[in-house]
């Protein structure tokens, strides 16, 4: 069964840091491009930052840009979200999410997580 785990929410003062984690199991995504989108409460699920295979490239959406950092670690079938200088703005839900190459367009994402919480309180 592939499954997708984010970890690594929580509460935090803005301005504050958090670093997201997505674990993959059941099939390896060394090969498939990443992303992390995320959901604030009344608002559609928003794309956020994605990296290719190899992790030589990244696109962010540009409200994080500055300010958020995406990695991979492939031998240890992982991907990362680095948050700082957190706003309440950055309030949502936020998942992982894995495809065929870098995109933005949510549909493209075949594999999905099942989210984490990130409260930002100002």
């Known amino acids: 069964q592939v499954q997708l785990q984010e970890s690594g929410g929580g509460l935090v003062r803005a301005g504050g840091s958090l670093r997201l984690s997505c674990a993959a199991s059941?099939?390896?995504?060394?090969?498939?491009?990443m992303g992390w989108f995320r959901q604030a409460p009344g608002k559609e699920r928003e794309f956020v930052a994605a990296?290719?295979?190899?992790?030589?490239?990244?696109y962010y959406t540009d409200s994080v840009k500055g300010r958020f950092t995406i990695s991979r670690d492939n031998a240890k079938n992982t991907v990362y979200l680095q948050m700082n200088s957190l706003k309440p703005e950055d309030t949502a839900v936020y998942y992982c999410?894995?495809?065929?190459?870098?995109?933005?367009?949510?549909?493209?994402?075949?594999?999905w997580g099942q989210g984490t919480q990130v409260t930002v309180s100002s």
């Open positions: 999410a894995a495809a065929g190459a870098m995109t933005t367009l949510r549909a493209l994402y075949r594999y």
């Open positions: 990296i290719t295979w190899s992790g030589g490239r990244t």
């Open positions: 059941g099939r390896t995504f060394s090969s498939d491009a």
